[in-house]
Structures are given as structure tokens and as C-alpha cells.
């Protein structure tokens, strides 16, 4: 699409010299780069702007200041790229209720109204698809799995027996629910591996990312509970629970029973000792380790992790350890002159 | 099951005002949520048992201390638990022996008595499968793969080809054995890479968790030997060797040509470098970074990886740390108010 | 081949009591287990030498010091080791041009010339495969990818809809590529689901370890550069670009937005803050944790990261730290004796 032409369809105004210009994508400013069209509608975002790589950014009507991309004065920034994205995005694809043929799909399965099924899916003996699900080629769900309405099970995802998921739950590519947990008993000179009976259990409007994997309980289950959302490349150990509505980001690790409470929010590659308590609205900063459990609304970083407080407090004396040994230096250089 | 059930099949009693109420699950008295039934037999989980969120537990007979769970005395709580547990658990799945019609295998493989391959495997020419193995759907096993007897190989499991699995080996899924080493040499401005020729080969016992990855050696072989467990994201490099009965934790990475010794245990997130040597017996704590070799039983933690008895002392030093800045501080205003 | 032949092949010696000995394979000199052959050509790995758990090495004539393995004396050790390589290495397998009978490839979709499509592929409408590309069994590509030429997709790889891979691009088995980024809006007492409707583009050259993860933008693209090579278990998340010839190790995360540049070196389990830049030439120490952005040429350390220098001076204060301590009491000691 020409400057000319967004120009034309968000009604504003483009420099006649740049409107031969193509740009082939949409972006924040952030994230533009050449060939992006980016809006500036926030004062908050200048340095941004700025900075901005975009070949264009639609800007309100007034603002002067002379930058790097073209601009393209509009009434409403913000409004005008909503407008513009439909030409961009191309629009979802369609997966039509049905069952591929070459799915095998047990005829001891219950499959809900207007469920897709899709190439080469396995559905074992006493699964459940609920209405609306879509499970994408390649997924496995194994013996007796529940899955609600409306799920969506991406390619290549696996899903142990007896696993259940309630409605509206998102699972990527290469997720794995209900693999064994790690449970060994040393004895006759060996590991001997613990049976692990329970199963995985995952509330409603749960999005799990790509690659992760949520083990199975020994007894009971390993519960992830409504709303929360989870990365990719993410570890849930055995009998974990995670509470309501928390946010796990990418390449997090929780070890065995743990319980992690509601709104918490654990920042990448994060790791959380086993048989420990995470308070609700606790947040844990990326790569720490947490070792012990956190009171309700703590803030903690660092491995082993502290609170913020104390984390930034000898992240500052660390700063300025140099300098104390050189004061120390000093003292005794003036005590030996004394004496 | 109503508890009064409960104390009927297990000999024991329960106050008839709760004989009514249900249990819908076993689990450890740490693990329970409402609705579980757990057990206490031993003095020192007291404290699990009165923060235990179980409906109900399992005491012995005299066990007089009111807790918040409902109490069911029984002779022998473990002893009984352990009869219940056929009633909660379904049994475990049962695959056939047989060749799912599905399958692609090759007639150049050789597949022993009494295999199962599930739907939509893939076994390549040269491959062997040994005698009662289980190869579960959508599983790949490359060229000349040789996977040994009662090998459990869960859906979505891919092997490289020529790699070698002894008996009783269990991989889960997503798993992948055998991809080609991360080695490139910088030639012609690029980064070329070095072919991988050799193979990763697993002994006996040895159980791999979900979407764990072991790289091919560049020659020769990556090697994990007889009775290690690993668990899931797990990264074992190219010609890396693992011991036996070695015990690594999820998320656990070894770079390439690194030895680790036997009964080591690596703690979830650990980071080891290459070309090292991890001596027998080893602990290394979550989430260390080991940079150099480190001696048969030696207990290493921090990042970079230090003796545990110096990693205490730094971290009783830094908690002092503050003291110490206020001390040199006097120090000064001592010697400044005698100038 | 026993030492006589090895020595046979390569025009050397081996004392005749040795020749009967057998070796099964090649390796270096560090990876080298007992039964294996390695070669030493460069006095710089004489300290391997000495070390090397080998059965026999190729030394150069002249070579006079008692090792432990046996020494077969040649004309140019590097040399005839290569020589040797094809009676241990198989050659590559094979993947002839076709469409396997049990792949579902949509008639909407474009495939090259010489085209390898393996068992249970799923190729969807408006693909596009370039010639000499290898899909391997169980991959799934989505609607409308494109995929350039001589590209090698391992098995169960899953590609989803509209990303871009140019020519010569390697896909581990396990990897994900445009899963949705995570983004999430906080309304209405819940976490939205911002739709991430970009692309991932990935360039000429580029190589990705199994089981890692590269989500799609929310608008515009994810871009891996031409020649970057990424090992196992890497995250990249949304709207994330990755320069030239970079190298990521294994299990590294980068977070939305920000921007790596070329000949970029990221060690094992590095993890990057979102929006930020690493510049040019930049080497990110393992398991560093960088939370600002990098200019070009540096290296960074630790968690959080800071400049190499000060790593290196921090971690030689805190070795001094217990002295600094001891020097304090001293001092306060004298001036408590003096008062």
C-alpha cells in the first residue's frame, strides 16, 4: 500500500513528494521496521517515535516536530491504524467442524457438536471433546481425557490419560500434560521409579505456550486454575497448584507440591523450590530462585532470592565494595603512620 | 466414597456425624485439597498433618489431637492407605501387542514379540524394536534405530537415526534423541557447519521426561548410562557422558564433550560447562552455573559454582555487609575526631 | 578394524603386539572412551593427549613420549584420521524426491522440484515448499508458509500459519515457529488475549535446535537473520529480531521486542530483557541475565549482567571479602586499644 494511499483511506494528509511510498506491514514504533507503518497517539511515546525505524507514522493533526519517518497527519491516530489492519491481517483460518478420515478416533470417544478433528489426530478410548473444540493434526489425547468447549489444541500436542481441561483452554505446539512426575525411591542400589497415579487438571480460559510441560500428581493432580497463562518452554512439576488469573512467563521452573497463589506473576526463567507456598500477587523477578515461601504481595529477586528491598540494597553496597576497601586501605595507612 | 465407607473397608471409625461426607481422591497430607484423603503414620509430618488441607485423614487408633481434617482411626494408616488406592486409581493403560494398521514400518526393520506401535509411528529401515517395547503414537525412530526390550517410548518422541536405547528405557513425550550437535566453524564469513556423524546411545533403566533433548555426538557417541534419570527441558549436549544412577532435574543443561560421573544429582536449572568433569557422587545445587571440574563428592552451589561451605560464607557476609560499610564508616569518625 | 589394519590404511607403524587390538569408532581426543581411535597433530593438545581415555592414537613419526593409549605412527595424523572416517560413518541417509502416500497435502498448495515429503506431513492450503526441500514425517506446515529451497524440517516440527523460511533453513525436530507471542491485556478482572496476528521470518542459512520456540509478532514480524545458528530449548519471543551470523547456545530466552544484533554471541541459558538492544559483536556470558541494552563489542557477565571488567573485579573482592572483615576487627581492636 502507497503513503498515498493510507493517507486516502484514514482521510489525513501525507507530503505529496512521499506519497509513492509502499510500506507492507504494521508495527509499534518499538518494533517497526522499514517498510512498517507505525501511529504516534500517546505524548508518552516520543522517544519512541524518535527512534522509530518505521518508514511512516500516522500522527495527529498539529504535531510539528520533524522526524525520521514520513509523517501522515490523521484525526485520530490510534483509530485510523485500527482501521488500516484488516488489509494487513489476513483473517483467521477457518477450521469447519468435521473429522479428518484419517484421524483415529475411538469409537469409545464422545465428540461434542462442531468439533474439529483434525489429520492424524489420536483420541483413545474414553476421551471427551466438548463443543466447539478444535484439536489440531498430530495431537494425541490419551485414555479418558475431558476436554472442555471450545478448547483449542494446537499441532503436535500430547496429552496423557485421564488429564482434564475445562472451557476455553488454549494449548500450543509441543505442550506435554500429564507426563509422569519425577518421583524415584533409592533403593536395591537403584532409582525405582514411584508410581505417578493422579492426573493434571486445568481450568477454564487457561493458555499454556509452546513446548511446555505440566507433569502429572502422584496422587490427586497437578491443578492449574482459571485465567492464568503460561509461556512456553515452561516446567510444572507434580502436585503443583497455581492459582487464578497469575502469569508464568517463559522458561519458569516450579519443582514438586508447591503452591503458587492467585495474580502472581513469575518473570522468565524463574525457579521455585519445591514443597513451598507463593502468596497471592507475589512478583517474582526473572531468573530468580526462590528457596522459601513469600508472604502475599512480596516482591522478590535475586537467586537466592530476597526481597526487592534487600536486592537492591546490596545490588548498591556491591557497587561500592571497591571503594570500601580502599577506605579500609586508607585507615590502615593512617593508623600505621600513627604509630 | 463417603468416609464412613472408607472406615468400613479399612476396619477403623469415624464420628457417625461425618460418615456422610466424600472423599473423591488419595494424597499426600502436603499435596491434599478438600475433597482428599490422606494418611499420617509417622510423628514427624505432625506438622504437615495439622497444616494438611484433607478432608479427612487417616490416624492411628489413640491419636488424640483435634486437627481440622476429619480424623479416621485405623490399625495401620499407611498399611490402609496403600488398600484404598485400587479404588481411586484406574488401572494402568493397557497397549496390546500389535502393529497399529496405521504405521508406516518398514520391512527392512525387525520388530520383536509381543511390540505394540501405535497409530501413525513411523519406523525406518534398519530400525530393531526389542521384545514388548511400546511404541506409542506419532513416534518417530529414524534409520537403523536399536531400541531394546520393554523400552516405553510415549506419543510424540522422536529418534535420529542410528542412535541406540538398551532395555527397559522410558522416554516421554516430545523428547528428542538425537538431533545433530551445535558445532560450527567460522569459515568464508559464515559459520559452517561440522557434520555430526556419531550417535547418542542410552543403557538400561535409564527414563527421559518431556521435551528433554540429547544432541548426537560429533563422533563417537553421547552416552547416558545404565539407571540415570532425567527429567523434562532438559539439554544434554554432544559427546557429553552421564554416569549411572545419576539423578538431573528439569531444566538442566551440560555442554558438549562434558563428563559426569556416577550417583551425581543436578539440581533443577543447573548449567554445566563443556569439556569438564563432574566427579562421582557430585551435588550441584538449582540453578548453578559449574564452570570447571569438580572432585567426587564435593557439593557445589552459586553461579559460578563455588564449595557449598564458601557459598554459605559469602552469603553470611553480604547479609553483614550493610554492618561492615557502618563500621568502616565510625572507623573514619573516629580517627577524623582524635585528628 | 584392529590397530594392523587402521596402521594398513594409513601407510603407518604400530608394534605388532598391539595390531590384534580392536577400535569401533573415531573421536577426539578429549570425547575418546576406550575403543575408540583419536589423532594428535598439534602439540597444543599434548595435555589431552596425556589424558585421553582412547585406545590407540594417530601420532606423527617422531612422536616419542609413553602414552597410555597405543600410538600407530603417520605420515600426517589429521589427515589419514579423515581418511578413515567413512568405514566407521554411515553415510547420510537418503530422502528421496516424493510425496509419501500417508501425507495430507493440500492441492492448494505449491511443492518444488525434487520435494521430500515424509509419512503423516500435514501440508495446509497456500503452502509453497522450494525445490530440494526435505519435510520430514509428522511435521505440520501451516496455511499459507513459506518455505524456500535445499531446507531440512526434522520430524515434528510444527510451522504455524504464514511464516516465512528462505533457502537452506534447518528445523529441529520438536520446534515450534509462530506460536502466538504472549501478550495479554489486564480488563474486566481478567487477562485478554492480545492477538498476535504477525509473522515469523526466518532468513537464509539459519539453524534451530529441537524443541526450541520462535513465536509470531503481534504485527509485522519475528526475524532471524541470515546465517544465525540457535541450539535446543531457545525461547524467542514475539517481535524479537535476531541479526547476521549470530549464535545462541542452548536453553537462552529473549524477550518481546528486543533487538540482538549481528555476530552476536548469547552462551547457555542467557536470558534478555524485553525491548532492549544487544549490539554488534556483543558476547553475553552463560546464564547472564541482561537487563539493559549492550553496545557494540561488549561482554557482559553475571545476573544482572554488567561489563566483564566489573564481573571480574566483583568477584575478586567478594574471594577478599572474609579478609576485609578480618582487617575491619583488627583496626577497631587497635583503636579500642589505644582509647
Request: proline fraction near 6%; hydrophobic fraction near 40%.
Amino acid at each position: 500500500m502507497t503513503l498515498g494511499e493510507v493517507a486516502a483511506q484514514t482521510g489525513g494528509w501525507v507530503a505529496p513528494e512521499a506519497a509513492s511510498q509502499e510500506i507492507s506491514g504494521l508495527a509499534s514504533l518499538d518494533d517497526a521496521n522499514p517498510g512498517d507503518l507505525a501511529f504516534f497517539a500517546n505524548p508518552k511515546y516520543l522517544k519512541a517515535l524518535r527512534k522509530s525505524r518505521a518508514t511512516a507514522v500516522l500522527v495527529p493533526h498539529g504535531f510539528g516536530e520533524k522526524i525520521s519517518p514520513v509523517r501522515i497527519w490523521v484525526d485520530d491516530p490510534g483509530v485510523c491504524f485500527a482501521r488500516l489492519q484488516p488489509a494487513f491481517i489476513p483473517p483467521a483460518i477457518e477450521f469447519s467442524p468435521g473429522v479428518h478420515p484419517s484421524a483415529v478416533v475411538s469409537p469409545e470417544a464422545a465428540i461434542g457438536e462442531g468439533v474439529f478433528i483434525g489429520p492424524f489426530v489420536v483420541v483413545e478410548p474414553g476421551a471427551k471433546i466438548g463443543a466447539r473444540s478444535i484439536i489440531a493434526a498430530h495431537s494425541y489425547i490419551g485414555h479418558g481425557v475431558q476436554i472442555g468447549e471450545e478448547c483449542r489444541i494446537y499441532p503436535n500436542v500430547t496429552i496423557y490419560e485421564r488429564c482434564t481441561l475445562a472451557n476455553r483452554v488454549f494449548i500450543h505446539s509441543g505442550v506435554v500434560i500429564g507426563a509422569d512426575g519425577f518421583g524415584y525411591e533409592f533403593r536395591d542400589g537403584a532409582h525405582q521409579k514411584i508410581p505417578q497415579t493422579g492426573i493434571v487438571q486445568i481450568e477454564d480460559d487457561v493458555e499454556i505456550g509452546a513446548n511446555s510441560t505440566v507433569d502429572r500428581a502422584r496422587f490427586g493432580r497437578t491443578w492449574i486454575r482459571r485465567g492464568t497463562k503460561i509461556d512456553n518452554l515452561a516446567q510444572i512439576a507434580h502436585n503443583v497448584t497455581i492459582g487464578e488469573n497469575s502469569i508464568l512467563c517463559a522458561q519458569v521452573g516450579i519443582s514438586g507440591s508447591t503452591r503458587i497463589g492467585n495474580f502472581v506473576t513469575l518473570a522468565g526463567k524463574a525457579g521455585i523450590n519445591g514443597h513451598i507456598e507463593i502468596g497471592d500477587g507475589v512478583l517474582i523477578g526473572a531468573m530468580s530462585g526462590v528457596t522459601k515461601s513469600v508472604a502475599p504481595k512480596d516482591i522478590f529477586f535475586g537467586a537466592p532470592a530476597v526481597p526487592v528491598k534487600d536486592y537492591m540494597r546490596n545490588f548498591a553496597l556491591m557497587k561500592n565494595l571497591q571503594k570500601l576497601f580502599d577506605r579500609v586501605k586508607k585507615l590502615e595507612a593512617d593508623q600505621a603512620s600513627r604509630d
